[in-house]
């Protein structure tokens, strides 16, 4: 059950951080190669005509960049473990709340949501202020998110909390991926991406546990812990890191007028994105309801099925890199079929089989496929569009992996409801 996207996350902050390899020797920060007489690049030099070094751009040790991106990525974390932590405490909810299973899908879909809105809004932020002021707001949204769904007495406060919760936990991701993104070597960017996918498969486990601890408003805001991270944070940044110039803080931001976005929408990116979308889908599908089966099946204690239910979706997780490294020799139309069918037999596998361990089965499975689909169709989504603009086609095809975020718990409500209906 991956709940971000690793490839797509490490380039679009490499992209958005002006990592790039030129074709004839240029630098990592878009300038131009120096050849000497014989042909080979004797320097690089930036725009601004200082000679570029090919260290990291901050010029810290490898201990000291480990060290900053271990803590990016605890950064990033708690955001995704706001996605599925609630999965299964939605019936201790729905029971308090004394509502039913559909309404009570909208303390997850409200939290995908405000992170669909918040990203690119608050990308735009980073992008014109700089990371210091986005942290800011984001902690300021965060902390008021988390006193509305604590404070939240009926689904409408908690719906309302949970989306202001996220949108502010964008804004942590946001930063996270920025600031990991100064790091040339793409190492950083990378802890980051591992961070926000072992939040997101830890969530299930942490949410059950610290609902049985406390109760299950406390699995509602799991992304708190981002907060306790900016003491240690905030000192190491410089007092003004705003892009320079507009147009690389455009860049940054993703900011641009509608009508550009045609360069990034082309035919590969529709399929690509399409294809994303029915994986994504699919996969929180099953977040929101294959927990709780696999558990009715068993008559598991939450917390058990919660550490159960993220081991299998991290060992499929982890396997995906089998699907990316092979996608090469079976070809895009090969790989899409695996894609597509791995997903629709995971739905079927994780809905219909009457063992606990077909339903995890399933899981693992959609977990496989998303996180092998993020890896492949990234590229192939951002293939279509210039050079300097795949960070703004990369993050146009994270938003739809979020779309599917919202969908997927929506739909699994509606399913259960129309079964029970039937039966």
């Known amino acids: 059950m991956s709940t971000v996207m690793l490839p797509a996350a490490v380039e679009a902050a490499r992209s958005a951080a002006g990592v790039r390899r030129g074709d004839g020797g240029g630098s990592a920060d878009g300038g131009a190669g120096v050849g000497g007489p014989d042909g080979r690049p004797t320097g690089t030099r930036s725009a601004q005509g200082r000679s570029a070094s090919p260290g990291p751009r901050d010029g810290r040790g490898a201990p000291e960049r480990r060290r900053s991106g271990v803590l990016l990525a605890a950064l990033a974390a708690p955001a995704a473990a706001g996605i599925s932590g609630p999965s299964l405490t939605l019936p201790a909810i729905a029971h308090d709340l004394r509502i039913g299973s559909a309404p009570v899908a909208w303390v997850m879909t409200a939290y995908t949501l405000g992170m669909l809105v918040g990203t690119p809004l608050l990308a735009g932020t980073a992008g014109r202020r700089g990371v210091r002021p986005l942290l800011t707001v984001s902690g300021v949204l965060l902390a008021l998110g988390v006193v509305l769904t604590l404070a939240g007495h009926g689904l409408p406060l908690l719906i309302v909390g949970r989306a202001t919760e996220a949108i502010g936990a964008a804004g942590f991701n946001t930063a996270a991926f920025q600031l990991a993104g100064r790091d040339r070597t793409g190492r950083a960017a990378g802890l980051v991406a591992i961070g926000s996918a072992a939040g997101g498969t830890a969530g299930l486990f942490v949410g059950a546990a610290v609902a049985q601890l406390i109760g299950w408003q406390a699995a509602l805001v799991l992304p708190v812990f981002s907060l306790l991270l900016l003491p240690a944070l905030l000192p190491t940044l410089p007092a003004a890191d705003v892009p320079h110039g507009t147009e690389v803080a455009r860049k940054a931001s993703g900011v641009r007028r509608l009508p550009a976005l045609a360069p990034l929408t082309g035919r590969r990116f529709r399929l690509a994105a399409a294809l994303m979308l029915l994986l994504s889908t699919v996969n929180f599908a099953l977040v929101y309801g294959a927990p709780r089966r696999a558990a009715h099946l068993t008559g598991w204690a939450p917390v058990q099925t919660g550490a159960v239910a993220s081991l299998v979706a991290l060992a499929g997780a982890l396997l995906s890199w089998v699907l990316v490294r092979a996608a090469g020799r079976l070809g895009a139309r090969r790989t899409g079929v695996v894609l597509a069918g791995g997903s629709l037999g995971a739905l079927l596998l994780a809905s219909a089989s009457p063992w606990a361990p077909g339903v995890l089965l399933g899981t693992g499975l959609s977990a496989f496929v998303t996180a092998s689909g993020q ?49």
């Not at 989504?381 to 990369?394: F, H, K, L, N, Q």
């Not at 969908?407 to 259960?416: E, F, K, T």
């Open 375 to 423: 890896g492949v169709l990234t590229g192939v989504a951002a293939s279509d569009a210039p050079g300097p603009r795949r960070a703004e086609a990369i993050a146009l095809f994270n938003l739809v992996f979020l779309l599917g975020a919202s969908l997927g718990p929506q739909l699994a409500a509606v399913a259960h409801r129309t079964v029970q209906f039937i039966y």
